[in-house]
């Protein structure tokens, strides 16, 4: 999964956030479907700006530490110059 403009999304974390609690549950506390919840855990979906901003407080986490890997944006390989 991307967000904004092709850094990819680390999608294990939401799901190991979420733990046990029950996705209708999370998905009704965010304000979201449980189906959109799970298509965005799963990577088919991307969250918008602000969602992803909801779900990152929602977690007590950054949006960088949830959505976006360590290795930065991997669709633009690094070149020697």
Do not use: H, W
């Amino acid at each position: 999964m991307f967000l904004n403009g092709g850094v990819k999304v680390e999608r294990t974390k939401l799901i190991d956030l979420r733990g046990e609690k029950a996705r209708p549950q999370t998905a009704k506390d965010l304000g979201i479907t449980p189906q959109m919840l799970g298509a965005i855990e799963r990577g088919d979906r991307t969250p918008s700006l602000p969602l992803a901003k909801k779900i990152a407080d929602y977690y007590g986490k950054s949006v960088d530490e949830i959505f976006f890997t360590k290795k930065g944006n991997e669709m633009c390989p690094q070149t020697k110059v």
